[in-house]
């Protein structure tokens, strides 16, 4: 979980401010199944998440979209 909370900081204020405290409750609460899932989105470059947060995009992956 370590390692889930340190891949959440981007550096970027807007990511940090909705994946820090999101990954910190998933360290706390989150099913295997959605940390499986929270990680994949961590793979994603910034500007692809940035598009995703901000409704200027979708991921393709309907369980990631969730």
Do not use: C, K
């Not at 550096?11 to 199944?33: A, T, W, Y």
């Not at 989105?41 to 369980?63: G, I, K, M, N, T």
Request: glycine letters at 4%; aromatic letters at 10%.
């Amino acid at each position: 979980m370590n390692r889930l909370l340190w891949r959440a900081r981007r550096g970027v204020r807007e990511l940090d401010g909705l994946l820090i405290p999101f990954s910190e409750r998933l360290s706390r609460e989150g099913s295997e199944p959605t940390i499986v899932i929270f990680e994949q989105l961590l793979e994603q470059p910034d500007p692809v998440l940035l598009d995703w947060f901000f409704d200027r995009s979708r991921p393709q992956d309907p369980a990631m979209a969730r």
